[in-house]
T-cell receptor
Framework: GAVVSQHPSRVICKSGTSVKIECRSL??????MFWYRQFPKQSLMLMAT?????????EQGVEKDKFLINHASLTLSTLTVTSAHPEDSSFYIC???????????FGPGTRLTVL | DAKTTQPTSMDCAEGRAANLPCNHS???????VYWYRQIHSQGPQYIIH???NNETNEMASLIITEDRKSSTLILPHATLRDTAVYYC???????????FGKGTKLSVKP
């Protein structure tokens, strides 16, 4: 149980384009989903916390107009990287939290490469 | 959330028990100790968590000292597929977020 999927697993795009990443909780409902970013040889950094039906809470230094988060249902959150640039190339990982307990379950990640 | 400290790296022979330590001397009474691991180029995988009592599941055992200032994750029979970075995180309350440190890079060798 507690499976989280992400799509796509890998994306390559040109600079200036927008990329949407989907995060789904497959076998449970998640009131809260999280988006992380991980650069090579570094640890995961929390970007934002997304609650179903409300606006996301962004961590300091994360541009909310660049990284658009939508959490329209209890099983789906999307992250859109707008006007992507090479410095946005990274490993993006989402997680979902079960209603109640604090345990977060992570997706497999999306490797974004911006040319 | 309490800060945790872990060794940077550890080696373990295949088939032997891997004991990964974690110090969390400033942990507060309502903070749980969570363990995740990340295999290269994958999302983190939940392993186990505990508050005060020792815990065991199909993946590992978690031993928490009585004063709760440290804990040990035990993989009873390490395999090559257990090679990963292991993260120990102290997390409390429904508002807390997971804060990933550098973790321990465990290398299981044949």
């Amino acid at each position: 149980g507690a499976v989280v999927s992400q799509h796509p697993s890998r994306v390559i795009c040109k600079s200036g384009t927008s990329v949407k990443i989907e995060c789904r909780s497959l076998d449970f409902q998640a009131t809260t989903m999280f988006w992380y970013r991980q650069f090579p040889k570094q640890s995961l950094m929390l970007m934002a916390t997304s609650n179903e039906g409300s606006k996301a809470t962004y961590e300091q230094g994360v541009e909310k107009d660049k990284f658009l988060i939508n959490h329209a249902s209890l099983t789906l959150s999307t992250l859109t990287v707008t006007s992507a640039h090479p410095e946005d190339s990274s490993f993006y990982i989402c997680s979902a939290k079960l209603i109640g307990p604090d345990t977060q379950y992570f997706g497999p990640g999306t490797r974004l490469t911006v040319l | 959330d309490a800060k945790t400290t872990q060794p940077t790296s550890m080696d373990c022979a295949e088939g032997r028990a891997a004991n990964l330590p974690c110090n969390h001397s400033t942990i507060s009474g309502n903070e749980y100790v969570y363990w995740y691991r990340q295999i290269h180029s994958q999302g983190p995988q939940y392993i186990i968590h505990g508050l005060k009592n020792n815990e065991t599941n199909e993946m590992a055992s978690l031993i928490i000292t009585e004063d709760r200032k440290s804990s040990t994750l035990i993989l009873p029979h390490a395999t090559l597929r257990d090679t990963a970075v292991y993260y120990c995180i102290a997390l409390g309350g429904s508002q807390g977020n997971l804060i990933f440190g550098k973790g321990t890079k465990l290398s299981v060798k044949p």
